[in-house]
């Protein structure tokens, strides 16, 4: 008898892209407000996650609008993992908005409109909206069909009759044929919950009625129950959107049918600046919403990575924008010390002018020490799903001291490659020394450049 051939293969499951920050899920703080020192993805740095803690607080109680926070510290020290912290702790519902200073120069749209673009970006708006709904369970649906008015065989459908079903009654509807259509999109079928909006007539197929349900225990289909009150009712129905949403759609033109507008609107658009006076025109209708109650405003972040990147423009122009009654929270980050600001022969502490530096509060990142190092490079190994001895660890701190932190945990995954390749799963003191001989860090590069500089073009 043959043998039957058994393959291993590879899952074809997508797996999850670890990035450089992968291991962070907050800013681990006790309930108080006091940090652990190692939770949450964080490793040390207490003095930092503990200000930052309470900054988030301060974004809750909407204190902090209108100012502005720094991250400065040596690259590596963790600023922009404290800053994913900070979002993390805010959730989903706060937006967060992050860029880095060299995004401004672009050669087709003017610095300042990219900094108000993110900065609107920043700003969420929760939109309560009543609507007039008809909401209930599917008993009928009939379409009513009449002779084509374009002449022919074909029929074209006049109306249609629906019969929806609540807890408290039943009610039958006759509906425009263009609702039909939606119908048919949303796959509406006798016995599923949907809710019909009285004003622009969108359907919303919600599951189906818990009455159909079955004795299968896994089933593709949702069952919901059957609504409550009348089939016609008032429903709150809440919407997150930024104010940089309200721009981009009040900014496309309308094209008309005539050949130029189609013409135009066929060609692919380039990135277009948004009219300050269309802003104010949003900005009062906004003002209005929220002073009616319709509207509430969410102040968000925005984390403006390498700052010392932008130049006098742009700061002038944040120093305004921090102003404005309508900002959001902005987050800094830089790695540079006393350094000229960007344009200009003026030396100012983190490239930052003296009078933007004085509207921040300023939270300092600490080098971190062998133990934290290596405990860093325990989670790193972890989050990529990879087995390092106690010995490896060690000498990947000392790594990490010599050269960097980045630098050490780099070397994970080629030495992971490295330990496959000999047949092991795990990584040893070995894998760790051939990498290490492959791969020169910053400081090795720099050093021989130094000393074999003769050879080089310079």
């Not at 301060?58 to 720094?70: D, E, F, R, S």
């Not at 610095?111 to 609107?120: I, Q, S």
């Not at 059957?226 to 309308?254: F, M, S």
């Amino acid at each position: 008898m043959e043998k039957v051939k058994i393959e291993e293969i590879q899952s074809t499951a997508k797996k999850q892209r670890i990035a450089t920050h992968t291991h962070i899920k907050g800013l681990g703080l006790e309930p108080t407000g006091i940090p652990i020192p190692l939770a949450a993805g964080f490793v040390g740095q207490l003095e930092a996650r503990e200000a930052s803690g309470l900054v988030v607080d301060m974004i809750k109680q909407k204190k902090m609008a209108g100012k502005a926070l720094l991250l400065a510290g040596p690259p590596g020290t963790g600023k922009t993992a404290l800053a994913l912290g900070i979002s993390q702790e805010l959730g989903s519902k706060v937006p967060f908005c992050p860029m880095v200073g060299s995004e401004v120069y672009s050669s087709e749209v003017k610095k300042t409109e990219v900094l108000m673009e993110n900065f609107r970006r920043a700003i969420g708006l929760r939109i309560k909206e009543t609507k007039d709904v008809y909401e209930g369970e599917v008993t009928e649906l009939s379409p009513e069909e009449t002779e084509s008015l374009t002449g022919g065989y074909g029929k074209s459908i006049s109306h249609v009759i629906i019969g929806l079903k609540t807890v408290k009654g039943t009610k039958q509807l006759k509906l425009d044929p263009t609702i039909y259509d939606a119908l048919i999109k949303e796959k509406v079928a006798v016995g599923d919950v949907i809710y019909i909006e009285a004003n622009s007539g969108a359907v919303k197929r919600v599951g189906r009625s818990d009455a159909f349900a079955t004795e299968f225990d896994l089933e593709a289909e949702e069952y919901v129950p059957l609504p409550k009150g009348e089939v016609h009712k008032k429903k709150e129905i809440v919407q997150d959107v930024t104010l940089q949403d309200l721009d981009a759609a009040n900014a496309q033109p309308q094209g008309g049918q005539d050949i130029l507008s189609l013409m135009g609107q066929m060609m692919k658009p380039r990135k277009t600046e948004i009219t300050d006076k269309l802003r104010q025109e949003i900005n009062k209708v906004v003002n209005r919403y929220i002073d009616e109650g319709v509207a509430e405003l969410v102040p968000g972040v925005l984390f403006i990575d390498e700052v010392h990147m932008l130049d006098m423009e742009c700061f002038s122009y944040l120093n305004r924008a921090l102003e404005s009654s309508l900002s959001p929270i902005v987050i800094f980050a830089t790695n540079r010390g006393v350094c000229n600001v960007r344009g200009t022969d003026m030396p100012s502490p983190h490239g930052v002018p003296i009078d933007l530096l004085d509207r921040l509060v300023i939270i300092r990142t600490q080098i971190y020490n062998p133990s934290e190092m290596i405990q860093i490079i325990a989670i790193r190994a972890q989050v990529e799903e990879l087995t390092v001895d106690e010995e490896c660890l060690v000498l990947l701190g000392d790594i990490g001291q010599r050269t960097s932190l980045r630098h050490a945990v780099q070397l994970l995954s080629p030495a992971s490659i490295v330990a496959k390749m000999n047949g092991r799963d795990s990584i040893c003191k070995a894998d760790i020394e051939e990498v290490t001989s492959l791969y020169l860090d910053a400081k090795s590069s720099a050093k021989l450049l130094h000393e074999q500089q003769e050879k080089y073009i310079s």
